[in-house]
């Protein structure tokens, strides 16, 4: 499965726009990305998935270039709540859940 | 519904001691997922189970972990002889569907092993 590549951390205040870009420059044709989002002390939550072009669900947008070689979540006016780390993933539907990798995420703070 | 469960939540225990932690998945789930987390990394995949079939033990890290799901339900992950290194949050997740990469898996609060 596709390496990804995402910053290791980022600040931003309430009100904001947050934008996490992650690198997967091995994309393969049948991969999607994922991304999900996790508190302290909790598991993982999933955020949103997407193949192509720019997906919306009430949490987040996800945008994807023509290329697929990048990913960008975009938080809208971002607030407190949203300090947690995210996480992106890549793979297809026929690999095994397995050879999914978390890895490190990006730690998100907001501040006041 | 209620979401994935898992139990204790903390576990103290003192090196060399068997530990047993419990998870249960979301009624309905046919995959099942076991991860390893260490303070301010990443997950770390463990094992799976899919339906009936044959679990995937690729992450277990040593033979001191193991691993089994009755009736397709419920799970228990064991550590056997635990060591210091053993010490993290254990996380639980199921999946709707048969498990690939693109699934919603669904997590579980974790627990959190310290091992004295």
């Known amino acids: 499965l596709a390496k990804t590549t995402q910053p290791i951390s980022m600040d931003s205040y309430e009100g904001q726009e947050v934008n996490i870009t992650c690198s997967h420059n091995n994309i393969a044709t049948n991969d999607y990305i994922t991304w999900y989002q996790q508190f302290p002390s909790q598991g993982p939550r999933f955020i949103i998935q997407?193949?192509?072009t720019k997906v919306t669900n009430e949490v987040a947008s996800l945008f994807i270039p023509a290329d697929r070689k990048s990913s960008t979540l975009s938080l809208p006016r971002v607030s407190l709540s949203d300090t947690a780390v995210y996480y992106c993933l890549v793979g297809d539907l026929y690999s095994s859940a397995s050879k999914i990798i978390f890895g490190s995420g990006t730690r998100l703070s907001i501040r006041p | 519904g209620a979401g994935v469960s898992q139990s204790p939540s903390n576990k103290v225990t003192e090196k060399g001691k068997d530990v047993e932690l419990r998870c249960d998945p979301i009624s309905g789930h046919t995959a099942l997922y076991w991860y390893r987390q260490s303070l301010g990394q990443g997950l770390e995949f463990l094992i799976y189970f899919q339906g009936n079939s044959a679990p995937d033990k690729s992450g277990l890290p040593s033979d001191r972990f193991s691993a089994e799901r009755t009736g397709g339900s419920v799970s228990t992950l064991t550590i056997q002889r635990t060591q210091q290194e053993d010490s993290a949050v254990y996380l639980c997740a199921s999946s709707l569907t048969p498990a690939a990469s693109t699934d919603t898996q669904y997590f579980g609060p974790g627990t959190r092993l310290t091992v004295l």
């Open positions: 997407g193949y192509k």
